[in-house]
C-alpha cells in the first residue's frame, strides 16, 4: 500500500515571500500526485497535479516539483498571500489504480 | 465546484439509528468516492463508484453501505451509528480514470 505524510504540521510565512511545503510517499509504484487547499469549513480544493513522466509542473504562482528518486513531492507558493492561508495537503495514486491515498495536511498561517 | 452538493450539512443523531448521507452531481462524472476526514488522519476512502450499481469498498467501509442507482446521485449509508463515525464526510468525483478528483462541501456527522 501507499503511506503520505508531509513533513510539517504548520508552517508560517511572511505575506509576500515563498512557500513550500513537503510531502513525502512510500510507494514506487505512485504515478500520480495530486495537491490540494483546504480552507476551515469547505471542502478539499485542488490546486494542481503531477504525473510521475514530469519533475516539474507551474500553474497560476504554484509549481509542484517530483523527485521520485527519494519519493518526494513539494509545493511552492510564490508571494503568499493571506487567502493562501488554509491546509494543504497531497495525494498520491498507485499506478493503474483509481485511489487516492491522502496525507494529513500542512496549515499555512500567513503573517501580515 | 464540480456541480456537487451534498445533504444534509450538517445532522446530529443518536447511536443506534440508521443516517443515509447523500451526494449529488451535475456533470455526469463517472467516477464517485465517499470519504470521511478526522483529525490527525488524511482523507480516508469508504466507498467509490465506477459507474451505476458498480461500487467497491475502500480502507474504512466497515458499517457502511452505499447505492449508486442513478449517474448523479451516490448515497452513503451508516446502518446502525456509532460514535466513531461521528466524523466530516466528503463526496468526490472523477470524470475519468487517472484524473483528479473535486470534492463536495462536506458533511458534518456528528453521533451522540
Known amino acids: 500500500g501507499e503511506s503520505v505524510g508531509l513533513h510539517l504540521p504548520t508552517l508560517s510565512v511572511q505575506e509576500g515571500d515563498n512557500s513550500i511545503i513537503n510531502c513525502a510517499y512510500s510507494n514506487s509504484a505512485s504515478d500520480y500526485f495530486i495537491w490540494y487547499k483546504q480552507e476551515s469549513g469547505k471542502g478539499p480544493q485542488f490546486i494542481i497535479d503531477?504525473?510521475?513522466?514530469?519533475d516539474k509542473r507551474q500553474g497560476q504562482r504554484v509549481t509542484v516539483l517530483l523527485n521520485k528518486t527519494v519519493k518526494h513531492l513539494s509545493l511552492q507558493i510564490a508571494a503568499t498571500q493571506p487567502g493562501d492561508s488554509a491546509v494543504y495537503f497531497c495525494?498520491?495514486?498507485?499506478?493503474?489504480?483509481?485511489?487516492?491515498?491522502f496525507g494529513t495536511g500542512t496549515q499555512l498561517k500567513v503573517e501580515l | 465546484d464540480a456541480g456537487i452538493t451534498q445533504s444534509p450539512r450538517h445532522k446530529v443523531t443518536e447511536t443506534g439509528t440508521p443516517v443515509t448521507l447523500r451526494c449529488h452531481q451535475t456533470e455526469n462524472h463517472r467516477y464517485m468516492y465517499w470519504y470521511r476526514q478526522d483529525p490527525g488522519h488524511g482523507l480516508r476512502l469508504i466507498h467509490y463508484?465506477?459507474?451505476?450499481?458498480?461500487?467497491d469498498k475502500g480502507e474504512v467501509s466497515d458499517g457502511y453501505s452505499v447505492s449508486r442507482s442513478k449517474t448523479e446521485d451516490f448515497l452513503l449509508t451508516l446502518e446502525s451509528a456509532t460514535s466513531s463515525q461521528t466524523s466530516v464526510y466528503f463526496c468526490a468525483v472523477e470524470s475519468g480514470s487517472g484524473e483528479e478528483q473535486y470534492f463536495g462541501p462536506g458533511t458534518r456527522l456528528t453521533v451522540t
Open positions: 503531477i504525473r510521475s513522466n514530469m
Open positions: 463508484s465506477y459507474g451505476v450499481k458498480d461500487t
Open positions: 495525494a498520491a495514486r498507485e499506478g493503474g489504480g483509481n485511489k487516492l491515498t
